[in-house]
């Protein structure tokens, strides 16, 4: 198959349309420096220490480098200069989804908001461009003592428990892109579940970037007291523009003693958009943060959710998925790291690279000197699709602990040959069984998924491995 | 840290005198290694592709140049039958030709680190094997180092040639540093040992490169037992259709002794296969490194790679970082990796207890068994043995606790 140009592509993706919104109710100008900061902090009256952070985190962001191990070809082709930072919407948020302005509930309609909600939301978070506009919260949510909302209006209504905990487990100076976050974040989640309280409804919340060469900074902190489980959704996608768009959110969570949270995610942001988002969890004695991460979307992704097992007993899971097609690569991974004694994690990595499309799995296990009963798996499959596309396995681990039992592996291959006549002996077409055969590659991944999500990534997929065949 | 003022640097006059009575082809490569060397930086805890040692107290300055000693064995029937076992520096008189396409060949290919461009550019010892087409050898060939800073060996193996080379190094500098290049002709079989037996206070680097033709195959092993500092980079260039090549390694490390090994699996035609396994046995506070990659280029359709680095931890203190890497650009492959870390499995301690082994005899049964699978895969027990030998004395000191 010839490498499939970009145009055709574009034709193909779901989520292909754009709105008419013009009314933002502020745009700041392109490029970042402290005057723009200043002004997104005094628009969101903000306190005092997190302005100071604000200003701190730019010069740590001017200051550093871009990591020298990543795809500086595509990484290179980002112009600072010529991004939005910050851009609100509408300056209404809605508790009720009548009270949504008429545009954006469109693109949500079209995302199929309503109807998620309908079925099965605990609390609907959705952020348009750079700020929440729709919000609500079950009653029992409420009653139950969860805090569910954005991270703007956490820091005013909750600034004691955010400030605790506010980028104490990513600070700014840990890579330039969570530096940039620091200094122009706005909106994202907040969620606090306070001791012994189990969620069983997901909370969820679909993200949106819809301004041409606009960036979005979302900032996500949860906070599981003791005892208590949480588990959150998160979907991307965005519409099509043709220069290229920036998001670098950055996503903290604390898992307290004997707490569980997990954290679902699937980006499929249009073709043209870096997605360079820095995710890391702290799990305290015996707690579980799992981390259930699929990347579809975007021109380049950098992402690496990262378990820390600070107390004896902590586990971390990560199962991901990755998809890459014409002009994408997919550079993603995770690390563990593993700071306390009988301690466990769990890599599941998948990767599909199509037409020209490059995935890599870059990962870390660290086992720090002492910490003894350790147990790290890690998995990685990856299938190539076509002679154009590429696959790479980054994988490192460093031991320090001797009663410990690390274990890596990984394979590359391509569609076998016998499944596809098996499945095609059974009347299906090549494309329908090369179809199946991917679907049932992700399936660990899927079967994970609430049901919505499952369906549409399995549609998903079908969508692009039409014309993968021949 | 030692204080710099202590080495005399090294003047590129030492590569006049040393080129002297050289082919002038040969003079212009050592100046130009030499520049390369003087590139590159120093090896500090930051540098890229070092970061992992603790350099802390070990003097990696580059010593002036001084005479090698170099001992060659070969039968001498093989001798009357073509197989030239000789030095480096009269051969490159009676066979220049062959030796220039293979030095030229290898020239400052692109990972050649600071060390091994110093030995390209120093070195003053050597040895050269040269199997010609069709030659079978009866008994394998030794190249023993015993002392020098910088050394060059080649091995060539022309046509459907079969030969065994064993590479063994003695050296008790201060810092040494070879370069070794293995040139496999269309069907030749190589088997090839590096045995690094320096002393303990001895920083050791080398380069090994191979180059294998049509069909050819090489079954590689180095074994690292000695040394304080041991950096080894290990490629593989599977040039011609149908070439195959299996990698082993084995180390046994103890005190504070440190092994880097950077593997390279290069498939660079369709129908290669590649088959690697790289063992570390580690005791008291040692520490191995393994950085090994495999890459398949776009159109070497139907390659076939493994490659797998085991760890043992012997004890509380020992440490192991493995970075199995895989680049991949052709679809119709079989690639896998793995790695493991951890310490002697409790089951097989149980097991071997069970049948009434002392705890201590078990372990050492279990870790005598994690090094026999790659003397097996050798397949020379005759070579094999020897190095076996060499372990036995440190498997003694292995306990079940």
Redesign the interface.
């Known amino acids: 198959m010839a490498t499939q140009p970009q145009t055709l592509v574009d034709k193909d993706y779901k989520y292909g349309f754009r709105d008419e919104t013009t009314n933002y109710a502020f745009k700041a100008r392109k490029g970042i420096d402290h005057d723009i900061v200043e002004q997104i902090s005094q628009m969101k009256k903000e306190p005092r220490w997190m302005r100071d952070f604000r200003h701190r985190s730019l010069d740590i962001f001017f200051a550093k480098p871009l990591p ?1 191990w990543a795809d500086l070809e595509a990484l290179g082709q980002i112009n600072f200069d010529d991004i939005y930072y910050y851009m609100r919407a509408s300056d209404v948020e809605g508790k009720t989804w009548e009270e949504v302005p008429e545009d954006i509930k469109r693109t949500f309609d079209r995302l199929g908001i309503p109807e998620a909600e309908r079925k099965f939301l605990g609390g609907v978070t959705a952020q348009y461009d750079s700020e929440v506009v729709y919000h609500s919260i079950r009653k029992d949510l409420e009653a139950l003592g969860v805090l569910f909302g954005d991270m703007d209006t956490a820091l005013r209504e909750h600034e004691d428990i955010v400030r605790e905990h506010f980028a104490t487990v990513i600070p700014p100076a840990d890579n330039k892109f969570s530096a940039l976050n620091s200094a122009v974040w706005s909106g994202g989640s907040f969620i606090w579940v306070p001791p012994g309280v189990r969620v069983d409804i997901p909370l969820q919340a679909y993200f949106r970037i819809n301004a041409e060469s606009m960036g979005q900074f979302e900032r996500t902190l949860i906070i599981a007291e003791p005892g208590s489980f949480v588990h959150y959704i998160e979907g991307c996608t965005a519409p099509t523009y043709s220069s290229n768009s920036l998001h670098s959110a950055v996503v903290e969570l604390i898992a307290k003693e004997g707490a569980h949270i997990r954290y679902t995610t699937i980006q499929n942001w249009y073709k043209n958009i870096y997605n360079l988002v820095t995710k890391r969890a702290i799990a305290q004695k015996n707690a579980h943060v799992e981390w259930v991460d699929g990347n579809i979307g975007s021109r380049l992704t950098m992402k690496y959710p990262s378990v820390y097992m600070m107390g004896e007993g902590a586990r971390g899971d990560v199962l991901s998925i990755a998809y890459a097609s014409d002009g994408q690569h997919q550079d993603a991974g995770s690390k563990m790291i593993h700071a306390a004694p009988n301690t466990t994690s769990l890599i599941t990595s998948k990767s599909v690279s199509k037409g020209g499309g490059r995935t890599s799995y870059r990962g870390l296990v660290k086992v720090y ?1 002492g910490c003894d009963g350790v147990k790290s798996n890690v998995r990685c499959d ?1 299938l ?31 569609v076998g040959e016998e499944q596809l006549f098996y499945v095609m002996s059974r009347g299906m077409t090549e494309v329908e069984a090369t179809t199946m055969i991917v679907n049932g590659f992700f399936e660990p991944f899927v079967k994970e998924l609430p049901m919505e999500y499952a369906v549409e990534l399995n549609r998903l997929i079908a969508l692009e491995m039409e014309g993968s065949v021949g | 840290m030692t204080d710099t003022l202590t080495h005399a640097k090294i003047e590129r006059s030492a590569i006049d005198r040393l080129s002297k009575d050289e082919p002038a082809w040969l003079g212009q490569m050592r100046r130009a290694a030499f520049a390369r060397y003087e590139e590159l930086p120093q090896p500090g805890d930051a540098t890229p592709g070092w970061r992992r040692l603790s350099l802390e107290g070990i003097d990696l300055h580059a010593p002036t140049p001084e005479p090698s000693r170099i001992d060659l064995r070969a039968a001498d029937a093989d001798r009357t039958r073509g197989l030239v076992v000789s030095s480096l520096r009269p051969a490159l008189a009676a066979h220049g030709d062959a030796l220039r396409e293979t030095i030229a060949a290898a020239h400052l290919g692109k990972s050649v680190g600071r060390y091994a461009a110093l030995a390209e550019a120093l070195w003053q010892g050597g040895a050269v094997v040269i199997a010609p087409a069709g030659f079978q050898a009866s008994v394998p060939v030794y190249i023993d180092v015993g002392a020098g800073p910088y050394h060059r060996v080649i091995v060539m193996a022309g046509t459907g040639a079969k030969l065994t080379v064993v590479e063994t190094h003695r050296e008790a500098d201060r810092l040494s540093a070879g370069i070794v290049d293995v040139v496999c002709g269309q069907g030749a079989s190589v088997h090839y040992v590096h045995v690094q037996d320096c002393a303990n206070s001895a920083s050791v680097f080398s380069h090994q490169r191979a180059t294998l033709a049509r069909d050819a195959r090489l079954v590689s092993l180095n074994f690292g037992i000695g040394g304080c500092l041991s950096r080894s980079d290990v490629e593989v260039e599977l040039c011609g259709q149908g070439a195959e090549s299996d990698m082993l390694g084995l180390v046994f490390a103890e005190g504070q002794q440190e092994f880097d090994y950077h593997t390279l699996q290069g498939h660079r035609s369709p129908n290669t296969r590649s088959d690697l396994l790289f063992k570390s046995a580690l005791d008291d506070r040692s520490h191995s490194a393994y950085t090994g990659v495999i890459i398949i280029d776009r159109g070497a359709q139907r390659s076939d790679a493994y490659q797998a680095n085991r760890n043992l931890l012997l004890s509380e203190g020992a440490r192991a970082d493995t970075e199995p890497m895989l680049e991949i650009e052709a679809d119709d492959v079989r690639c896998t990796h793995g790695a493991t870390v951890g310490p002697v499995d409790e089951e097989q301690l149980f097991y071997a207890r069970s049948r009434g082994l002392a705890p201590d005899d078990a372990a050492r049964l279990i870790v005598d068994g994690f090094f026999q699978e790659v003397f097996e895969k050798f397949g020379e027990p005759a070579v094999t043995e020897s190095l076996r030998e060499k372990v036995a004395p440190h498997l003694g000191r292995v306990s079940a606790s």
């Open positions: 020298p000197e990856a190539l699709m076509d002679p154009e596309s590429r696959s790479d396995t980054y994988p490192t681990m460093e031991i320090d602990s001797k009663n410990v039992r690390i274990e890596h592996e990984a394979t590359v291959s391509k």
